[in-house]
């Protein structure tokens, strides 16, 4: 069998890159698995990798759109699909980090809480002083 090693360049693909494409084992069982597909500078190809799942692939992906029939592949699908979107940024994916960022919006919605209520007792007892007695709108 032969690997076209240019197809991602002819399919218009960024090397910059790394995209999600079905393959199939060296055994052909018929599944159809994901693998990461990507441009490898050293080799100057482009390759995939095992599936997702763990397995041995074949080299090269099958064309787009195959259906894609392992279930240990689908599970993994929707992670890799934001681990490889561009932008993506690890510390999203990572629970300490998560869990920081949630002690600091916390500790911000405790902040803008305490604010609030003693601006609350302040505009009362400016209500109270210029004996409004709770006409003012708020």
Not at 17 to 32: F, I, S
Request: charge should be negative; hydrophobic fraction near 30%; aromatic fraction near 8%.
């Amino acid at each position: 069998m032969s690997v076209d090693v240019h197809l991602g360049d002819n399919e218009g693909l960024d090397r910059q890159l790394r995209y999600l494409r079905p393959v199939v084992e060296y055994d052909d069982d018929g599944e159809v698995h994901l693998s990461v597909y990507r441009w490898l500078d050293q080799f100057q190809a482009w390759a995939t990798g095992p599936g997702l799942c763990g397995q041995s692939m074949r080299q090269g992906p099958l064309p787009e759109g195959t259906v894609v029939t392992c279930a240990r592949c689908l599970e993994w699908q929707p992670k890799y699909e934001r681990y490889l979107a561009p932008g993506y940024r690890p510390e999203d994916d990572d629970p300490e980090a998560l869990r920081a960022k949630l002690d600091r919006i916390r500790a911000d919605v405790r902040m803008l809480c305490d604010c609030c209520g003693n601006n609350r007792e302040r505009m009362a007892r400016i209500e109270n002083e210029l004996g409004l007695g709770g006409e003012v709108d708020g």
